[in-house]
């Protein structure tokens, strides 16, 4: 195998171990958020480097599901949550 080859696939290696490396820390908080807004119901989880950064991410996405349009999504994101739980 030629040298430019062989470096390349080690350069290649060594940016997805990176990549798998720090990726596996960011999830070091997991939470499950169930979300209430206009008549409909929607749970989902999500997980974050920081708590309230789960905590958003989850009622984000339990939002998304069940409003439409910019002022519902904020509405609805801006709502308390039916169910709130740590899961990690």
Do not use: W
């Amino acid at each position: 195998m030629k040298k430019p080859v062989l470096v390349g696939i080690i350069l290649v290696l060594v940016i997805l171990g990176v990549i798998v490396y720090s990726s596996m820390n960011l999830a070091s908080h997991r939470y499950e958020a169930c979300m209430t807004f206009g008549g409909q119901t929607n749970c989902r989880t999500a997980s974050g480097s920081t708590e309230q950064f789960a905590m958003r991410t989850a009622i984000s996405n339990a939002c998304a599901a069940i409003a439409s349009g910019v002022t519902d999504s904020i509405a609805c994101e801006q709502s308390q949550p039916t169910k709130l739980t740590k899961l990690k």
